[in-house]
Structures are given as C-alpha cells and as structure tokens.
C-alpha cells in the first residue's frame, strides 16, 4: 500500500506495508499474490494457522446469537465453557479460574492489580511494588510497559512510567545453576534488588518462563524459577508467570511453565488463545488465590467493556478444543524438535549465529552483535516470502541482535523444510553482502 493513499495512522508513516487479502495454513497472500510463509505466527499468535472455517463458522454463530453482553450484569455460554476448557487443559490437582481481557497488555496490567489487591487482603497496604527482569517485554499500554525491563520502548515514555516497577538484573545465560544452597548468582540479583527497596514492598513478581521478543527463546537455567518461588513466596510475593507468548502450547508444553515443573500463583495468558482469531487475553488464577478472593469483603475492582465478549471468548473456546483434539501441544514439541536441529545445521553454515535456544516452536537465533543483522535478515526474509520476528533487547551483554522463529503449531514436515531453506537463503544473502 502506497503510503500517500492511506488514512491509517500506520506504524511507520514511511514504509509500504504489503496489504494482506487472505491466508490459508501456514501461509498469507498479499494483493499481487505473492506468498509468504508464516515463520512467527505474526507476533508467535497465529497458532492454528490461517484460514479455518471451524473458527469462522464459531464466530458467525456466536454473532448471530449474542455478540455482547456486559460482564457487569451477565454471563454467557460462551464464557463459561471457555473457563472449563481453560481448566481441563490445565489438568492440575486444583482448580484454574479465567479472568479475561482483550489482549495481553490488559492482562498484565489486571495481574498486577490482582496482586495488589491479595496483598491488601493480606493486610499489606504496603505492598505495592513490582519486580520483574531485564531485558523483558510485557506489554505497551503504560503499566505494562512500566513492567517491562525494556529501555528503548520506555525511554520517550519515562516520565509517564511509575517507579513501583523495578527491575533485576538479566538472568545470566552462563550461570552454573542453583547450588545446593538453593542460590545462584542471578538469585542473589533478585535478593539483592529486593532488598535495595524492602521485600517488604514488593507485591509480586513477574517472570517469562521462556523469553519472547526481548531475548527470543531464552529459558531461565535449571532450578531458577524454582528458587525464585522459593524466595518470594518465603518474602510474601506472589509469582506471575507471563504465558502472554509461551501459554498453551507454543513452547510444546501446555504452558511455558512446564518446563520449569512449576505452576505460578498465576498467569496471563493471549496471542495462543484464541490463535489471533479475536482480540484475547486473560488473567489464570489458581485455586488457592481463588479462595482468598472469594474470602474477600470487597470485589476486585477492575474490568474492560470487552471483557469475555461473547465472540472472543467464544473463539478462544473453540481454538482450545482444536489444540486439544488435534494434540497441537505434542506436535509443537515434535516439530519444535525437528526445527531446532535444522537451525543447528544452518549454524554449522552461517557463522553469524552465535546461539540458538527455545523450546517447541519456539525457537530463538541469538546472532553476532553487529547492529542491525537481525533486521537485515527480517528484511530480506520478507522480501523472498518468509515472515520472522525481529526481536529488541539490551545492547548490554552482546544480547541484541536476534530473531524469533514460530511458525504456526499446525506445521508439517514440507513446511519446516520450506521455512529453513527461505531462512538458509537469507542468512547466505546477509552473510554474503
Ligand atoms: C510476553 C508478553 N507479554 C505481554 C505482551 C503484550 O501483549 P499484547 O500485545 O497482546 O498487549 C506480549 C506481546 O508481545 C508478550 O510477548
């Protein structure tokens, strides 16, 4: 699309943005029908693929029966069978229970106020810090952007940002792990921040179970999120996993958390959700929070106008059946596995990547730290048919430069086949010029 005969208030004012008619797959079409294979899901959502008429025809029913209903008043079908699905997919010992939101900024932001609403319960008025890590990406709206440990997205916006928000220092790729001390130095980091402040006024802590776009594919070494469980739960923190990128099934484990053998006191969760479908998110508490908040004298005060709306939630719905009854999880952990060793043969040809790490289809290419690769790459990925996403992290530690790789979890073998040859001929291009 020219830009001079747009009235969108596009992203960049400056670039053409090719204008997308359809999808089917793992692919999208532009209007001159060129083919672009969908390496990142868009931004690691599309995760059914492209195209399907089972959600099509959910949607359209949900719309002709009730698209709105406020959550103030009423409840919906819809909504309630998508908190059920939500559970059973959890199978856990005790019951998960939905909060939803519109997407994942809203998420985070309603997370917070969770927590500081269970510490006000817990009689702790003065908890009313954050912690989260560096480098980390929760969101855009202003609170989630306050979280983030994020500089470059934060610094116009500094000023508006409330300091409530701190952050640890990054979890160090290199640590030897948890000794048997139950320490690490990148716990030590968190106890030390948490002290520079007063444990005391902490209300929560959010972490990433596996990195998204601020450090692509990154896991938290062995025994990590478990000593910082550990240490918040014996400070009073509640634990936040942000499932935003990783929840069901991205990372070829129903959640990101998985992996970690660790349920968090609760998640958010979106993109995967409702597979980009429908505007989505939503706030998974357990059980044991649950009951406090059901204890409480007063009912947690938040909520969105589109809040469980009724063809969202309908969506979301629908798109945890089809991960469920088409086994999607194990078949990102499979073809995750399949991706990960055809990234490692790339590595052995192009000298530019330096690492690669993530789990399922979710894979990171962490590169040599020249300025600008990862998106010379990106471009030139596009530019011959194959969408990736530039990720954007701390120049510190050499960890900026890199790219994440999340094609749909509906994938095949001739589709992975596809994606790597489309990423092997841009890597030989950027390499070569
Ligand atoms: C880990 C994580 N948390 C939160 C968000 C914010 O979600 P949204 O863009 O839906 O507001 C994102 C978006 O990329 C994310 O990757």
């Known amino acids: 699309m020219n830009p001079e005969e747009s009235l969108v208030l596009h992203r960049d004012l400056h670039r053409r943005y090719p204008e997308i008619t359809h999808g089917i797959g793992i692919d999208l079409f532009d209007r001159t029908g060129k083919r672009y294979l969908d390496g990142s899901s868009g931004a690691l959502v599309a995760n059914l693929g492209h195209g399907r008429a089972d959600i099509a025809a959910a949607m359209a029913e949900q719309a002709r029966e009730v698209a709105y209903a406020h959550t103030l008043t009423f409840t919906t079908r819809a909504l309630e069978d998508m908190a059920w699905i939500v559970n059973e997919l959890l199978a856990d010992q005790f019951r998960w229970y939905t909060y939803p939101t519109s997407g994942g900024s809203e998420a985070i932001e309603t997370a917070v106020k969770l927590a500081r609403h269970v510490q006000m319960l817990r009689g702790q008025p003065g908890r009313h810090r ?162 406090e908040l059901q204890d409480a004298p007063a009912p947690f005060l938040n909520g969105f106008t589109y809040s469980g709306n009724p063809v969202s939630v309908r969506v979301a719905g629908k798109a945890l059946q089809i991960l469920r009854d088409e086994h999607l999880v194990e078949r990102s952990r499979a073809m995750g596995e399949r991706l990960a060793a055809g990234l490692q043969d790339l590595q052995q040809r192009y000298a530019i990547i330096r690492r690669i790490r993530g789990r399922g289809l979710m894979q990171g290419l962490l590169l040599e730290g020249r300025p600008g690769l990862a998106a010379r790459i990106v471009q030139r990925a596009l530019d011959t048919g194959l969408i990736l996403y530039l990720g954007h992290g701390e120049a510190e530690g050499g960890d900026a430069e890199h790219i994440l790789i999340g094609p749909p979890l509906v994938i095949d073998e001739a589709g992975l086949d596809r994606l790597l040859a489309l990423l092997g001929g841009a890597l030989r291009f950027v390499q070569t010029y």
């Open 130 to 291: 954050i912690l989260s890590f560096r480098p980390s990406y929760h969101g855009n709206s202003l609170g989630a952007l306050a979280v983030s440990g994020d500089p470059v997205r934060k610094r116009p916006y500094e000023p508006l940002l409330s300091p409530s928000f701190v952050h640890a220092p990054p979890i160090s790729e290199e640590c030897a792990g948890v000794g048997l001390d139950g320490c690490c130095p990148c716990l030590a980091n968190v106890s030390a921040t948490l002290q520079e402040s007063g444990p005391d006024s902490f209300a929560a802590v959010i972490l990433e179970p596996v990195t998204g776009s601020s450090r692509s594919g990154f896991v938290p070494h062995a025994g990590f999120f478990q000593g910082l469980v550990d240490l918040a739960h014996k400070t009073g923190l509640l634990v936040i996993a942000d499932e935003v990128m990783t929840g069901f099934g991205r990372t070829g484990r129903m959640l990101g958390s998985d992996h970690h053998g660790l349920r968090p006191d609760m998640f958010t969760a979106a993109k995967g959700l409702s597979g980009g479908y429908a505007p989505m998110g939503a706030v998974v508490v357990g059980e044991p929070l649950y009951r």
